[in-house]
Protein backbone atom coordinates (compact mmCIF):
# COMPACT_ATOMS: atom_id res chain seq x y z
CA UNK A 1 0.00 0.00 0.00
CA UNK A 2 0.94 3.32 -0.77
CA UNK A 3 0.55 5.45 2.05
CA UNK A 4 -0.43 9.13 1.42
CA UNK A 5 2.72 10.68 2.86
CA UNK A 6 5.27 9.75 0.38
CA UNK A 7 3.37 9.37 -3.06
CA UNK A 8 5.51 10.77 -5.30
CA UNK A 9 4.72 14.33 -6.78
CA UNK A 10 2.16 15.10 -9.73
CA UNK A 11 3.66 13.00 -12.70
CA UNK A 12 4.57 14.87 -15.66
CA UNK A 13 2.66 12.36 -18.79
CA UNK A 14 3.95 14.92 -21.32
CA UNK A 15 6.70 13.46 -22.39
CA UNK A 16 9.99 14.83 -22.71
CA UNK A 17 10.93 18.45 -24.23
CA UNK A 18 12.41 17.32 -27.45
CA UNK A 19 9.24 14.80 -27.99
CA UNK A 20 6.60 17.80 -27.49
CA UNK A 21 8.35 19.93 -29.63
CA UNK A 22 8.97 17.83 -32.75
CA UNK A 23 5.26 17.15 -32.61
CA UNK A 24 4.61 21.06 -32.61
CA UNK A 25 6.91 21.43 -35.59
CA UNK A 26 4.86 18.55 -37.24
CA UNK A 27 1.67 20.23 -36.57
CA UNK A 28 2.91 23.58 -37.73
CA UNK A 29 4.12 22.03 -40.87
CA UNK A 30 0.56 20.63 -41.76
CA UNK A 31 -0.74 23.50 -40.48
CA UNK A 32 0.88 25.92 -43.28
CA UNK A 33 -0.10 23.40 -45.71
CA UNK A 34 -3.82 24.04 -44.56
CA UNK A 35 -2.98 27.40 -44.89
CA UNK A 36 -1.99 27.30 -48.84
CA UNK A 37 -5.54 27.35 -49.42
CA UNK A 38 -6.37 30.62 -48.31
CA UNK A 39 -3.23 32.00 -50.09
CA UNK A 40 -4.55 30.19 -52.54
CA UNK A 41 -8.05 32.23 -52.53
CA UNK A 42 -6.46 34.92 -51.82
CA UNK A 43 -3.96 34.81 -55.03
CA UNK A 44 -7.05 34.35 -57.47
CA UNK A 45 -9.44 37.01 -55.66
CA UNK A 46 -6.28 39.68 -56.02
CA UNK A 47 -4.88 38.69 -59.61
CA UNK A 48 -8.75 39.37 -60.98
CA UNK A 49 -9.72 42.19 -59.11
CA UNK A 50 -6.36 43.99 -59.91
CA UNK A 51 -6.60 43.64 -63.55
CA UNK A 52 -10.26 43.53 -63.70
CA UNK A 53 -10.15 47.13 -62.20
CA UNK A 54 -7.79 48.54 -64.16
CA UNK A 55 -9.73 47.44 -67.17
CA UNK A 56 -12.92 49.15 -65.47
CA UNK A 57 -11.18 52.28 -64.71
CA UNK A 58 -9.89 52.77 -68.03
CA UNK A 59 -12.18 51.40 -70.68
CA UNK A 60 -15.09 53.71 -72.09
CA UNK A 61 -18.04 52.07 -70.30
CA UNK A 62 -20.34 52.74 -73.85
CA UNK A 63 -18.32 50.09 -75.44
CA UNK A 64 -19.53 47.43 -72.47
CA UNK A 65 -22.71 47.77 -73.91
CA UNK A 66 -23.24 47.68 -77.99
CA UNK A 67 -23.75 45.14 -80.57
CA UNK A 68 -21.43 42.37 -80.01
CA UNK A 69 -17.92 41.02 -78.54
CA UNK A 70 -14.72 41.89 -79.93
CA UNK A 71 -12.44 42.72 -77.68
CA UNK A 72 -9.65 43.16 -80.51
CA UNK A 73 -11.97 46.44 -81.76
CA UNK A 74 -12.55 47.69 -78.85
CA UNK A 75 -16.34 46.50 -78.30
CA UNK A 76 -16.92 44.56 -75.05
CA UNK A 77 -20.48 44.18 -74.91
CA UNK A 78 -20.89 41.80 -71.69
CA UNK A 79 -24.19 41.03 -72.45
CA UNK A 80 -23.22 38.62 -75.35
CA UNK A 81 -21.28 36.59 -73.34
CA UNK A 82 -24.19 35.95 -70.67
CA UNK A 83 -26.13 35.57 -73.01
CA UNK A 84 -24.51 33.32 -74.94
CA UNK A 85 -23.17 31.58 -71.54
CA UNK A 86 -26.98 31.04 -70.46
CA UNK A 87 -28.09 29.48 -73.42
CA UNK A 88 -25.19 26.71 -73.70
CA UNK A 89 -25.79 26.05 -69.94
CA UNK A 90 -30.06 26.26 -70.45
CA UNK A 91 -29.57 23.63 -73.43
CA UNK A 92 -26.94 22.01 -71.23
CA UNK A 93 -29.60 21.26 -68.38
CA UNK A 94 -32.39 20.34 -70.47
CA UNK A 95 -30.03 17.47 -71.42
CA UNK A 96 -28.30 16.70 -68.25
CA UNK A 97 -31.22 17.15 -65.67
CA UNK A 98 -33.65 14.34 -66.79
CA UNK A 99 -30.65 12.10 -67.83
CA UNK A 100 -29.07 12.40 -64.79
CA UNK A 101 -32.25 12.24 -62.20
CA UNK A 102 -33.81 9.71 -64.20
CA UNK A 103 -29.90 7.68 -63.98
CA UNK A 104 -29.76 8.68 -59.98
CA UNK A 105 -33.24 7.08 -59.92
CA UNK A 106 -33.03 4.22 -61.44
CA UNK A 107 -29.23 3.37 -60.42
CA UNK A 108 -30.53 3.74 -56.32
CA UNK A 109 -34.47 2.78 -56.84
CA UNK A 110 -34.74 0.17 -58.84
CA UNK A 111 -31.56 -1.45 -60.22
CA UNK A 112 -30.29 -4.93 -59.72
CA UNK A 113 -26.42 -4.98 -58.11
CA UNK A 114 -25.84 -6.63 -61.43
CA UNK A 115 -26.82 -3.49 -63.40
CA UNK A 116 -25.55 -1.32 -60.89
CA UNK A 117 -22.35 -3.03 -61.64
CA UNK A 118 -22.50 -2.25 -65.09
CA UNK A 119 -23.85 1.05 -65.54
CA UNK A 120 -21.92 2.45 -62.52
CA UNK A 121 -18.55 2.04 -64.36
CA UNK A 122 -20.24 3.89 -67.56
CA UNK A 123 -20.92 6.99 -65.58
CA UNK A 124 -17.50 7.24 -64.05
CA UNK A 125 -16.11 6.57 -66.93
CA UNK A 126 -18.13 9.15 -68.94
CA UNK A 127 -17.03 11.35 -66.09
CA UNK A 128 -13.44 10.73 -66.54
CA UNK A 129 -13.15 11.89 -70.09
CA UNK A 130 -11.56 15.13 -70.60
CA UNK A 131 -13.97 18.20 -71.74
CA UNK A 132 -11.68 18.77 -74.82
CA UNK A 133 -12.81 15.14 -76.02
CA UNK A 134 -15.87 15.90 -75.62
CA UNK A 135 -15.67 18.94 -77.77
CA UNK A 136 -14.11 17.44 -80.43
CA UNK A 137 -17.04 14.44 -80.29
CA UNK A 138 -19.70 17.26 -80.01
CA UNK A 139 -17.83 18.61 -83.03
CA UNK A 140 -17.20 15.29 -84.89
CA UNK A 141 -20.96 13.49 -84.40
CA UNK A 142 -23.37 15.78 -82.26
CA UNK A 143 -23.41 18.58 -84.88
CA UNK A 144 -23.74 16.45 -87.83
CA UNK A 145 -26.13 13.86 -86.53
CA UNK A 146 -28.37 16.53 -84.19
CA UNK A 147 -27.81 20.45 -84.59
CA UNK A 148 -27.34 20.35 -88.68
CA UNK A 149 -30.80 18.58 -89.37
CA UNK A 150 -32.44 20.25 -86.92
CA UNK A 151 -31.50 23.96 -87.69
CA UNK A 152 -30.72 23.66 -91.60
CA UNK A 153 -27.59 25.48 -91.97
CA UNK A 154 -24.37 24.66 -93.18
CA UNK A 155 -22.43 25.79 -90.36
CA UNK A 156 -21.11 22.70 -87.75
CA UNK A 157 -20.33 25.31 -85.24
CA UNK A 158 -23.12 26.48 -83.48
CA UNK A 159 -24.23 26.86 -79.58
CA UNK A 160 -26.75 24.13 -80.06
CA UNK A 161 -24.22 21.90 -80.57
CA UNK A 162 -22.29 23.30 -77.59
CA UNK A 163 -25.07 22.95 -75.84
CA UNK A 164 -25.24 19.24 -75.82
CA UNK A 165 -21.91 18.46 -74.99
CA UNK A 166 -21.75 20.41 -72.04
CA UNK A 167 -25.10 18.67 -71.43
CA UNK A 168 -23.30 15.52 -71.31
CA UNK A 169 -20.26 16.74 -69.67
CA UNK A 170 -22.97 17.13 -66.91
CA UNK A 171 -24.91 14.25 -66.77
CA UNK A 172 -22.64 12.17 -64.77
CA UNK A 173 -21.90 14.96 -61.93
CA UNK A 174 -25.52 15.78 -61.67
CA UNK A 175 -26.50 11.64 -61.73
CA UNK A 176 -23.76 10.87 -58.76
CA UNK A 177 -24.81 14.06 -56.70
CA UNK A 178 -28.70 13.45 -57.08
CA UNK A 179 -27.96 9.68 -56.03
CA UNK A 180 -25.70 9.97 -53.12
CA UNK A 181 -28.82 11.74 -51.79
CA UNK A 182 -31.23 9.41 -52.75
CA UNK A 183 -29.35 6.85 -50.95
CA UNK A 184 -29.16 8.88 -47.73
CA UNK A 185 -32.71 8.50 -47.77
CA UNK A 186 -33.57 6.37 -44.84
CA UNK A 187 -34.75 2.69 -45.34
CA UNK A 188 -37.56 2.76 -43.09
CA UNK A 189 -39.70 5.89 -45.02
CA UNK A 190 -39.33 3.19 -48.07
CA UNK A 191 -40.85 0.49 -45.80
CA UNK A 192 -43.10 2.63 -44.72
CA UNK A 193 -44.46 3.72 -48.11
CA UNK A 194 -44.65 -0.19 -49.37
CA UNK A 195 -46.52 -0.91 -45.94
CA UNK A 196 -49.31 1.65 -46.99
CA UNK A 197 -49.54 0.08 -50.02
CA UNK A 198 -47.52 1.81 -52.41
CA UNK A 199 -45.90 0.82 -55.90
CA UNK A 200 -42.09 1.20 -56.20
CA UNK A 201 -42.82 4.21 -58.94
CA UNK A 202 -44.74 5.98 -56.35
CA UNK A 203 -42.10 5.46 -53.64
CA UNK A 204 -39.99 6.51 -55.96
CA UNK A 205 -41.01 9.39 -57.19
CA UNK A 206 -43.68 10.61 -53.83
CA UNK A 207 -41.27 9.26 -51.07
CA UNK A 208 -37.71 9.23 -52.16
CA UNK A 209 -37.55 12.22 -54.27
CA UNK A 210 -39.34 14.78 -52.13
CA UNK A 211 -37.27 13.67 -49.05
CA UNK A 212 -33.74 13.70 -50.91
CA UNK A 213 -35.23 16.75 -52.99
CA UNK A 214 -32.26 19.06 -51.23
CA UNK A 215 -29.83 16.87 -52.57
CA UNK A 216 -31.32 17.00 -55.66
CA UNK A 217 -31.60 20.53 -55.90
CA UNK A 218 -28.00 20.58 -54.98
CA UNK A 219 -26.77 18.26 -57.91
CA UNK A 220 -28.51 21.22 -60.20
CA UNK A 221 -27.02 23.66 -59.00
CA UNK A 222 -23.47 22.28 -58.87
CA UNK A 223 -24.35 21.13 -62.77
CA UNK A 224 -25.50 24.70 -63.86
CA UNK A 225 -22.26 25.57 -61.93
CA UNK A 226 -20.22 23.52 -64.13
CA UNK A 227 -22.13 24.46 -67.35
CA UNK A 228 -21.09 27.56 -66.74
CA UNK A 229 -17.72 26.94 -65.75
CA UNK A 230 -17.00 25.05 -68.83
CA UNK A 231 -14.66 25.88 -71.24
CA UNK A 232 -13.52 23.86 -73.73
CA UNK A 233 -16.55 22.15 -75.60
CA UNK A 234 -17.63 26.13 -75.70
CA UNK A 235 -14.42 27.10 -77.36
CA UNK A 236 -14.32 23.88 -80.19
CA UNK A 237 -17.42 23.95 -81.12
CA UNK A 238 -19.29 27.55 -80.60
CA UNK A 239 -17.85 29.13 -83.24
CA UNK A 240 -16.63 32.87 -82.91
CA UNK A 241 -13.38 32.65 -82.41
CA UNK A 242 -12.77 35.87 -83.01
CA UNK A 243 -15.74 37.71 -81.15
CA UNK A 244 -19.26 37.46 -81.42
CA UNK A 245 -22.69 39.22 -82.50
CA UNK A 246 -25.18 39.42 -79.98
CA UNK A 247 -27.50 36.09 -80.47
CA UNK A 248 -29.28 33.76 -78.48
CA UNK A 249 -30.47 31.47 -81.57
CA UNK A 250 -29.04 28.29 -80.39
CA UNK A 251 -28.29 27.54 -84.12
CA UNK A 252 -25.84 29.94 -84.92
CA UNK A 253 -22.30 30.43 -82.97
CA UNK A 254 -21.93 32.45 -80.30
CA UNK A 255 -19.61 33.03 -76.99
CA UNK A 256 -19.40 32.53 -73.54
CA UNK A 257 -17.60 33.99 -70.86
CA UNK A 258 -15.07 31.03 -71.16
CA UNK A 259 -14.14 30.56 -74.74
CA UNK A 260 -13.91 34.82 -74.75
CA UNK A 261 -11.11 33.92 -72.69
CA UNK A 262 -9.89 31.59 -74.19
CA UNK A 263 -10.69 32.97 -77.62
CA UNK A 264 -8.20 35.76 -76.71
CA UNK A 265 -5.56 33.62 -75.13
CA UNK A 266 -4.84 31.52 -77.94
CA UNK A 267 -5.56 34.49 -81.20
CA UNK A 268 -1.76 34.54 -81.85
CA UNK A 269 -0.22 32.31 -79.06
CA UNK A 270 -0.04 35.69 -76.59
CA UNK A 271 -2.72 37.92 -75.28
CA UNK A 272 -1.88 40.73 -77.15
CA UNK A 273 -4.58 43.51 -79.31
CA UNK A 274 -5.51 45.71 -77.87
CA UNK A 275 -4.41 47.43 -74.66
CA UNK A 276 -7.17 46.82 -73.07
CA UNK A 277 -7.80 43.16 -74.52
CA UNK A 278 -5.80 41.76 -71.63
CA UNK A 279 -7.31 43.21 -68.55
CA UNK A 280 -10.45 42.65 -69.97
CA UNK A 281 -9.97 38.83 -69.58
CA UNK A 282 -9.75 39.49 -66.14
CA UNK A 283 -12.38 41.20 -65.80
CA UNK A 284 -14.51 38.13 -67.88
CA UNK A 285 -13.21 35.89 -65.07
CA UNK A 286 -14.06 37.61 -62.06
CA UNK A 287 -17.52 37.86 -63.01
CA UNK A 288 -17.32 33.80 -64.32
CA UNK A 289 -15.68 33.39 -60.53
CA UNK A 290 -18.35 35.50 -58.78
CA UNK A 291 -21.22 33.59 -60.55
CA UNK A 292 -19.79 29.89 -60.04
CA UNK A 293 -19.19 31.00 -56.47
CA UNK A 294 -22.62 31.92 -55.41
CA UNK A 295 -23.96 28.85 -57.29
CA UNK A 296 -21.41 26.47 -55.45
CA UNK A 297 -22.51 28.20 -51.80
CA UNK A 298 -26.18 28.01 -52.60
CA UNK A 299 -25.93 24.37 -53.68
CA UNK A 300 -23.82 23.24 -50.50
CA UNK A 301 -26.22 25.34 -48.26
CA UNK A 302 -28.93 22.65 -49.79
CA UNK A 303 -26.43 19.88 -49.61
CA UNK A 304 -26.61 20.98 -45.75
CA UNK A 305 -29.90 20.76 -45.07
CA UNK A 306 -30.42 17.31 -46.53
CA UNK A 307 -27.57 15.91 -44.02
CA UNK A 308 -29.20 17.84 -41.41
CA UNK A 309 -32.62 16.31 -42.15
CA UNK A 310 -31.43 12.54 -42.33
CA UNK B 1 -24.45 -3.42 -45.81
CA UNK B 2 -26.07 -0.30 -47.34
CA UNK B 3 -26.74 -1.55 -50.53
CA UNK B 4 -30.04 -2.25 -52.93
CA UNK B 5 -32.72 -0.67 -50.73
CA UNK B 6 -35.61 -0.67 -52.98
CA UNK B 7 -35.07 -3.66 -55.43
CA UNK B 8 -37.53 -5.93 -53.99
CA UNK B 9 -36.88 -10.09 -55.17
CA UNK B 10 -40.17 -11.37 -53.92
CA UNK B 11 -39.89 -15.18 -52.15
CA UNK B 12 -42.85 -17.43 -53.86
CA UNK B 13 -45.05 -16.54 -50.78
CA UNK B 14 -45.04 -13.30 -51.55
CA UNK B 15 -45.49 -13.47 -54.70
CA UNK B 16 -48.96 -15.05 -54.13
CA UNK B 17 -49.80 -12.26 -51.58
CA UNK B 18 -48.66 -10.12 -55.18
CA UNK B 19 -50.99 -12.27 -57.54
CA UNK B 20 -53.96 -12.02 -54.62
CA UNK B 21 -53.93 -8.56 -54.52
CA UNK B 22 -53.07 -7.50 -57.74
CA UNK B 23 -54.49 -10.38 -59.82
CA UNK B 24 -52.31 -11.45 -62.90
CA UNK B 25 -52.55 -7.56 -64.69
CA UNK B 26 -49.79 -6.48 -65.88
CA UNK B 27 -48.53 -3.49 -64.09
CA UNK B 28 -48.06 -1.36 -67.48
CA UNK B 29 -47.24 2.17 -66.01
CA UNK B 30 -44.52 0.56 -63.91
CA UNK B 31 -43.18 -0.61 -66.45
CA UNK B 32 -42.93 2.23 -68.92
CA UNK B 33 -41.34 4.22 -65.77
CA UNK B 34 -38.56 2.06 -65.08
CA UNK B 35 -38.22 1.58 -69.17
CA UNK B 36 -37.91 5.23 -69.35
CA UNK B 37 -35.21 5.30 -66.27
CA UNK B 38 -33.53 2.41 -68.37
CA UNK B 39 -33.47 4.57 -71.32
CA UNK B 40 -31.60 8.02 -69.49
CA UNK B 41 -29.03 5.35 -68.81
CA UNK B 42 -29.07 3.74 -72.18
CA UNK B 43 -28.75 6.91 -73.60
CA UNK B 44 -25.35 7.68 -71.85
CA UNK B 45 -23.89 4.61 -72.88
CA UNK B 46 -24.88 4.73 -76.32
CA UNK B 47 -23.02 7.88 -76.38
CA UNK B 48 -20.37 6.68 -74.67
CA UNK B 49 -19.98 3.95 -77.18
CA UNK B 50 -20.62 6.24 -80.69
CA UNK B 51 -17.65 8.42 -78.72
CA UNK B 52 -15.53 5.70 -78.37
CA UNK B 53 -16.29 4.32 -82.01
CA UNK B 54 -16.01 7.45 -83.46
CA UNK B 55 -12.46 8.35 -82.29
CA UNK B 56 -11.16 4.88 -83.12
CA UNK B 57 -12.70 4.77 -86.40
CA UNK B 58 -10.75 8.11 -87.08
CA UNK B 59 -7.92 7.89 -84.98
CA UNK B 60 -6.75 4.04 -85.38
CA UNK B 61 -5.87 4.03 -88.89
CA UNK B 62 -3.48 6.96 -88.38
CA UNK B 63 -1.98 5.10 -85.70
CA UNK B 64 -1.33 1.78 -87.25
CA UNK B 65 0.06 3.26 -89.97
CA UNK B 66 2.38 5.93 -87.86
CA UNK B 67 2.85 3.73 -84.98
CA UNK B 68 5.63 5.51 -82.88
CA UNK B 69 6.30 7.53 -85.21
CA UNK B 70 3.49 9.51 -84.11
CA UNK B 71 4.08 8.97 -80.17
CA UNK B 72 7.17 10.49 -80.89
CA UNK B 73 7.59 13.20 -83.57
CA UNK B 74 7.34 16.89 -82.93
CA UNK B 75 4.52 18.97 -83.34
CA UNK B 76 4.15 20.43 -87.22
CA UNK B 77 1.65 21.85 -89.51
CA UNK B 78 2.10 19.48 -91.56
CA UNK B 79 -0.65 16.51 -90.58
CA UNK B 80 1.48 13.75 -92.28
CA UNK B 81 4.30 14.51 -90.00
CA UNK B 82 3.09 15.91 -86.58
CA UNK B 83 3.19 13.83 -83.72
CA UNK B 84 2.42 13.88 -80.42
CA UNK B 85 5.98 13.67 -78.51
CA UNK B 86 5.90 16.76 -77.10
CA UNK B 87 2.83 16.64 -75.82
CA UNK B 88 3.18 13.19 -73.95
CA UNK B 89 6.44 15.05 -72.68
CA UNK B 90 4.64 18.10 -71.74
CA UNK B 91 2.08 16.18 -69.95
CA UNK B 92 4.35 13.82 -68.26
CA UNK B 93 6.31 16.68 -66.68
CA UNK B 94 2.65 18.54 -65.42
CA UNK B 95 2.18 15.23 -63.75
CA UNK B 96 5.50 15.33 -62.18
CA UNK B 97 5.18 19.25 -60.87
CA UNK B 98 1.29 17.81 -59.39
CA UNK B 99 2.67 14.96 -57.70
CA UNK B 100 5.75 16.58 -56.15
CA UNK B 101 3.28 19.85 -55.15
CA UNK B 102 -0.09 19.36 -54.84
CA UNK B 103 0.45 15.97 -53.24
CA UNK B 104 2.31 16.36 -50.27
CA UNK B 105 0.56 19.97 -49.73
CA UNK B 106 -2.37 18.49 -50.07
CA UNK B 107 -2.36 15.27 -48.06
CA UNK B 108 -0.95 17.50 -45.13
CA UNK B 109 -3.70 20.03 -45.74
CA UNK B 110 -6.42 17.07 -45.36
CA UNK B 111 -3.69 15.91 -42.35
CA UNK B 112 -4.50 18.76 -40.45
CA UNK B 113 -7.91 19.63 -41.29
CA UNK B 114 -8.99 15.93 -39.99
CA UNK B 115 -6.57 14.90 -37.49
CA UNK B 116 -5.45 18.44 -35.67
CA UNK B 117 -8.02 21.21 -35.88
CA UNK B 118 -10.59 21.64 -33.37
CA UNK B 119 -14.22 23.11 -34.96
CA UNK B 120 -13.02 26.73 -34.60
CA UNK B 121 -14.01 29.60 -36.64
CA UNK B 122 -10.72 29.18 -38.79
CA UNK B 123 -11.17 25.38 -39.33
CA UNK B 124 -14.69 26.38 -40.49
CA UNK B 125 -12.94 29.07 -42.42
CA UNK B 126 -10.60 26.88 -43.68
CA UNK B 127 -12.88 24.17 -44.81
CA UNK B 128 -14.90 26.14 -46.58
CA UNK B 129 -11.88 27.62 -48.68
CA UNK B 130 -11.00 24.34 -49.85
CA UNK B 131 -14.52 23.38 -51.03
CA UNK B 132 -15.11 26.81 -52.82
CA UNK B 133 -11.53 26.29 -54.65
CA UNK B 134 -12.56 22.69 -55.52
CA UNK B 135 -15.74 24.57 -57.57
CA UNK B 136 -14.02 27.37 -59.31
CA UNK B 137 -13.92 26.93 -62.44
CA UNK B 138 -10.77 25.67 -64.36
CA UNK B 139 -9.84 28.72 -66.50
CA UNK B 140 -9.79 30.81 -63.82
CA UNK B 141 -7.23 29.00 -62.52
CA UNK B 142 -5.82 29.63 -65.41
CA UNK B 143 -6.24 33.50 -65.11
CA UNK B 144 -4.09 33.01 -61.46
CA UNK B 145 -1.56 31.22 -63.41
CA UNK B 146 -0.67 33.84 -65.92
CA UNK B 147 -0.88 36.53 -63.51
CA UNK B 148 0.96 35.04 -60.85
CA UNK B 149 3.13 32.25 -62.40
CA UNK B 150 3.67 33.47 -66.29
CA UNK B 151 3.84 37.55 -65.38
CA UNK B 152 4.59 38.08 -61.63
CA UNK B 153 7.43 35.15 -61.06
CA UNK B 154 8.24 35.52 -64.33
CA UNK B 155 11.88 35.74 -63.97
CA UNK B 156 11.72 32.55 -61.99
CA UNK B 157 9.68 30.74 -63.78
CA UNK B 158 10.61 31.66 -67.15
CA UNK B 159 7.81 33.12 -68.24
CA UNK B 160 5.65 30.93 -70.49
CA UNK B 161 7.36 27.84 -69.27
CA UNK B 162 6.50 24.31 -68.03
CA UNK B 163 7.18 25.81 -64.94
CA UNK B 164 4.29 27.96 -64.87
CA UNK B 165 2.08 25.16 -66.20
CA UNK B 166 2.46 22.69 -63.59
CA UNK B 167 2.23 25.18 -60.53
CA UNK B 168 -0.96 26.38 -62.15
CA UNK B 169 -2.06 22.53 -62.55
CA UNK B 170 -0.61 22.10 -59.18
CA UNK B 171 -3.09 24.65 -57.41
CA UNK B 172 -5.45 23.38 -59.75
CA UNK B 173 -5.62 19.71 -58.32
CA UNK B 174 -4.81 20.68 -54.54
CA UNK B 175 -8.20 20.97 -53.38
CA UNK B 176 -9.43 17.82 -54.77
CA UNK B 177 -6.38 15.74 -53.17
CA UNK B 178 -7.85 17.77 -50.03
CA UNK B 179 -11.38 16.56 -50.54
CA UNK B 180 -10.28 13.01 -51.41
CA UNK B 181 -7.04 12.46 -49.03
CA UNK B 182 -10.15 13.78 -46.05
CA UNK B 183 -12.85 11.40 -47.05
CA UNK B 184 -10.14 8.36 -46.46
CA UNK B 185 -8.96 9.90 -43.26
CA UNK B 186 -12.57 10.44 -42.00
CA UNK B 187 -13.12 6.33 -43.01
CA UNK B 188 -10.84 5.40 -40.52
CA UNK B 189 -12.16 4.54 -37.21
CA UNK B 190 -11.47 6.46 -34.15
CA UNK B 191 -10.75 3.05 -31.89
CA UNK B 192 -7.87 2.49 -34.04
CA UNK B 193 -6.54 6.48 -33.03
CA UNK B 194 -7.85 5.72 -29.31
CA UNK B 195 -5.77 2.31 -29.15
CA UNK B 196 -2.63 3.88 -30.51
CA UNK B 197 -2.99 6.67 -27.88
CA UNK B 198 -3.84 4.36 -25.03
CA UNK B 199 -0.68 2.72 -25.44
CA UNK B 200 1.32 6.41 -25.07
CA UNK B 201 1.58 7.26 -28.49
CA UNK B 202 1.86 10.87 -29.52
CA UNK B 203 -0.22 12.42 -32.18
CA UNK B 204 2.01 12.27 -34.90
CA UNK B 205 2.68 8.74 -34.10
CA UNK B 206 -0.26 7.56 -34.42
CA UNK B 207 -1.39 9.44 -37.70
CA UNK B 208 2.02 7.75 -39.19
CA UNK B 209 1.67 4.27 -38.13
CA UNK B 210 -2.05 3.65 -37.77
CA UNK B 211 -4.29 6.37 -39.32
CA UNK B 212 -2.05 6.86 -42.69
CA UNK B 213 -1.58 3.31 -43.63
CA UNK B 214 -5.13 2.47 -43.01
CA UNK B 215 -6.12 5.55 -44.93
CA UNK B 216 -3.25 4.99 -47.74
CA UNK B 217 -5.51 2.52 -50.51
CA UNK B 218 -8.03 5.39 -50.35
CA UNK B 219 -5.26 8.26 -50.54
CA UNK B 220 -3.52 6.48 -53.89
CA UNK B 221 -6.89 5.92 -55.26
CA UNK B 222 -7.61 9.39 -55.07
CA UNK B 223 -4.18 10.18 -56.39
CA UNK B 224 -4.48 8.56 -59.43
CA UNK B 225 -7.55 9.74 -60.08
CA UNK B 226 -6.32 13.03 -59.89
CA UNK B 227 -3.85 12.91 -62.19
CA UNK B 228 -6.19 11.49 -64.56
CA UNK B 229 -8.06 14.84 -64.26
CA UNK B 230 -4.52 16.82 -64.23
CA UNK B 231 -3.79 15.04 -67.94
CA UNK B 232 -7.05 16.07 -69.33
CA UNK B 233 -7.77 19.43 -67.99
CA UNK B 234 -6.94 21.70 -71.22
CA UNK B 235 -8.50 25.41 -70.80
CA UNK B 236 -6.14 26.16 -67.40
CA UNK B 237 -2.46 25.36 -69.75
CA UNK B 238 -4.03 27.93 -72.67
CA UNK B 239 -4.05 30.66 -70.16
CA UNK B 240 -0.78 29.47 -68.97
CA UNK B 241 1.10 30.27 -71.59
CA UNK B 242 1.01 26.03 -73.05
CA UNK B 243 2.03 26.41 -76.93
CA UNK B 244 -0.79 25.74 -79.02
CA UNK B 245 1.48 25.47 -82.14
CA UNK B 246 4.43 24.30 -82.54
CA UNK B 247 7.91 25.10 -81.06
CA UNK B 248 11.21 23.33 -81.88
CA UNK B 249 12.82 21.48 -79.00
CA UNK B 250 16.43 22.12 -78.82
CA UNK B 251 18.18 18.88 -78.42
CA UNK B 252 20.73 18.47 -75.68
CA UNK B 253 19.47 21.62 -74.14
CA UNK B 254 19.68 20.93 -69.82
CA UNK B 255 17.11 20.51 -66.85
CA UNK B 256 17.01 24.21 -66.51
CA UNK B 257 16.25 25.34 -69.67
CA UNK B 258 13.35 22.59 -70.17
CA UNK B 259 11.90 23.44 -67.60
CA UNK B 260 12.02 27.34 -68.20
CA UNK B 261 11.30 26.58 -71.78
CA UNK B 262 8.06 26.54 -74.18
CA UNK B 263 5.81 23.73 -73.65
CA UNK B 264 2.68 21.96 -74.52
CA UNK B 265 0.50 19.16 -73.62
CA UNK B 266 -1.71 16.51 -75.10
CA UNK B 267 -4.96 18.11 -74.44
CA UNK B 268 -3.38 21.01 -75.87
CA UNK B 269 -2.99 19.21 -79.23
CA UNK B 270 -5.93 17.89 -79.36
CA UNK B 271 -7.30 21.46 -78.83
CA UNK B 272 -5.38 23.21 -81.42
CA UNK B 273 -5.67 20.09 -84.07
CA UNK B 274 -9.77 19.77 -83.55
CA UNK B 275 -10.30 23.55 -84.74
CA UNK B 276 -8.57 22.95 -87.84
CA UNK B 277 -10.54 22.46 -90.82
CA UNK B 278 -8.90 19.53 -93.05
CA UNK B 279 -10.08 16.48 -92.58
CA UNK B 280 -6.50 14.86 -91.80
CA UNK B 281 -6.12 17.20 -88.93
CA UNK B 282 -8.81 15.73 -87.62
CA UNK B 283 -7.94 12.13 -88.00
CA UNK B 284 -4.72 12.50 -85.73
CA UNK B 285 -6.99 14.38 -83.21
CA UNK B 286 -8.36 11.74 -83.03
CA UNK B 287 -5.22 9.91 -82.79
CA UNK B 288 -4.01 11.74 -80.27
CA UNK B 289 -7.31 11.50 -78.09
CA UNK B 290 -6.92 7.45 -78.60
CA UNK B 291 -3.75 7.83 -76.82
CA UNK B 292 -5.09 10.52 -74.20
CA UNK B 293 -7.71 8.24 -73.63
CA UNK B 294 -5.64 5.09 -73.08
CA UNK B 295 -3.62 7.11 -70.55
CA UNK B 296 -6.93 8.43 -68.34
CA UNK B 297 -8.30 5.21 -68.98
CA UNK B 298 -5.85 2.96 -67.35
CA UNK B 299 -5.33 5.09 -64.70
CA UNK B 300 -9.08 4.85 -63.97
CA UNK B 301 -9.24 1.42 -64.16
CA UNK B 302 -6.23 1.04 -61.77
CA UNK B 303 -8.07 3.15 -59.01
CA UNK B 304 -10.65 1.32 -59.23
CA UNK B 305 -9.48 -2.41 -58.67
CA UNK B 306 -7.27 -0.41 -55.95
CA UNK B 307 -10.53 1.09 -54.11
CA UNK B 308 -12.18 -2.40 -55.01
CA UNK B 309 -9.16 -4.60 -53.99
CA UNK B 310 -8.21 -2.55 -50.41
CA UNK B 311 -11.42 -1.64 -49.70
CA UNK B 312 -12.01 -2.29 -46.25
CA UNK B 313 -15.61 -1.99 -44.25
CA UNK B 314 -15.11 -1.55 -40.12
Known amino acids: ?310 | MAGQPATVRLSPAQEAVRRALEGNRFNVGQLWFQLLLLGSLLVVFVVLITLLLDVLQLGLPVLLERGVDFLTAGTSSNADIAGIGQGIFGSLLIIMFVAMLAFPIGIGAAIYLEEYAYDTRLTRFLNASVRNLAGVPAIVYGLLGLAVFVIFLGPLTGGRSVIAGGLTMGVLVLPIVVITTAESLRAVPQSIREAGYGVGATKWQVIRSHVLPYAAPGILTGSILTIARAIGETAPLILAGGVLGGFATRPGTGAVETLQGPYTALPLIIFNWSRQPSDTFREIAAAAIIALLVFILLLNATAIYLRNRFERRW
Open chain 1, 1 to 310: MIGAGNAPGPMDLRGSVARRRREAIIRGLFMAAAGTSILISLLIIASLVGEAWSFLSRVDLSTLVSDGWFPRRGRYDLATLISGTLVISAIGMVVAAPLGLAAAIYLSEYASPRRRRFFKPILETLAGVPSVVLGFYALAVLAPTIIQPLCGNNSLFSMGAAGLGVGILITPLVASVAEDAMHAVPLSLREASYGLGARQRSTSLRVVVPAAVSGIVAALILGLSRAIGETMIVAIVAGAVGGSQFTINPCYPGQTMTAAMTALATGSDQVRGDALAFPSLFFVGLVLFLVTLTLNVVSERFVRRYRRAI
